[in-house]
């Protein structure tokens, strides 16, 4: 299939269903070969065939990204069957962690670190080592508006999206020199989890665009990030979330609410 990322080799991981998925997907769409990567073996697989039956190309692998040895064969296969890695989306992670500070404990913590910000590195690690040998590559991190403005509930998660900001920026200055560029995407709420109608519309109400993402939302600039087009992009964090973190309140709480706007002939 010829496309945009014709000729590449990319790992997705995370890539057995929503924002993964969706990128992996487009990728193979777009004539990259995908490493369709996760921890739910029988999910990457039915992606994988979704997207060879498609006319792409595309192979699972079983991994676990917090497991050093796991993302070792994920690397050594890659790099038996296609010879290089030109990208990874670090799109592993665990969702759904929520759990109020004080009720939080050791476990908690040491699990949503392992997989989201070790789990990066793990990964970042490897394909670092792999690009910066041959000059070239690209690492996407994926982190969450939750870096910079706390969700209620979530401090694990939250932290370790700091964690990840800091990472990008600080693998990306250190891998400049090596053709190596680093960038990470912030989602906003996108809707991965098969939202109720009713859920959809009153989450909308709070985003200035009006309405919850789709993973299809998140995968333009998944594809641009990876592409020549991006070529002096490095250290950045985008956001693609409908406007979330460009607004200071939420529509209830502002002085000037959407009700005021005004209504425009068309
Ligand atoms: N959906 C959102 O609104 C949203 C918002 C902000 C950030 N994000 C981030 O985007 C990324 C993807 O989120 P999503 O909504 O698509 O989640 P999802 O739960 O739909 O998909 C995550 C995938 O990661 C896999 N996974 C979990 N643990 C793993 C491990 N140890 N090793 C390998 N794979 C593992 C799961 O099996 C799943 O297929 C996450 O990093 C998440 O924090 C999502």
């Keep these: 299939m010829a496309g945009r990322l014709t ?62 040895d796991a993302v070792d064969r994920l690397f050594d296969q890659t790099l ?65 508006g939750g870096a ?22 600080a693998m990306a200055v250190d891998l400049a020199p090596y053709g190596v560029r680093v960038n990470g995407l912030i989602p906003g709420s996108i809707n991965t989890s098969d939202m109720s109608p009713d859920v959809k519309k009153e989450r909308g109400q709070a985003i200035p665009m009006g309405r919850v993402g789709e993973p299809q939302d998140m995968t333009g600039a998944a594809v641009f990030l990876v592409s020549d087009d991006a070529a002096y992009v490095t250290g950045q964090m985008v956001a693609v979330d409908g406007g979330i973190l460009a607004a200071m309140r939420s529509p209830a709480a502002d002085i000037f609410p959407p009700s005021r706007f005004p209504k425009l002939d068309s």
């Excluded at 000729?7 to 769409?29: D, L, S």
């Excluded at 992670?93 to 989201?116: K, P, S, Y």
């Excluded at 209620?152 to 920026?169: F, H, Q, S, V």
Aim: glycine letters at 14%; one cysteine or more.
């Design 148 to 169: 910079t403005r706390a969700h209620r509930g979530n401090a694990a998660y939250d932290a370790t999206k700091g964690g990840i900001e800091a990472l990008t920026r």
């Design 80 to 144: 038996d069957r296609f010879g290089t890695v030109d990208a990874i989306v670090n799109s592993a992670g665990l969702v759904n962690t929520e759990r109020h500070f004080l009720e939080g404990d050791e476990a908690w913590w040491d699990q949503i670190h392992a997989v989201n910000l070790k789990g990066t590195f793990l990964c970042g690690l490897r394909a670092a080592q792999h690009m910066a040998r041959k000059g070239n590559g690209v690492i996407i991190t994926l982190s969450s």
């Design 7 to 68: 000729g590449k080799a990319i790992i997705v991981t995370g890539a057995a269903h929503g924002i993964g998925r969706a990128i992996a997907e487009r990728y193979g769409q777009e004539g990259a070969t995908v490493v369709v990567s996760d921890i739910d073996g029988p999910g990457a697989d039915a992606v994988a065939k979704g997207i060879s039956d498609a006319g792409g190309a595309a192979v699972a692998v079983t991994t676990d990204v917090s497991d050093k």
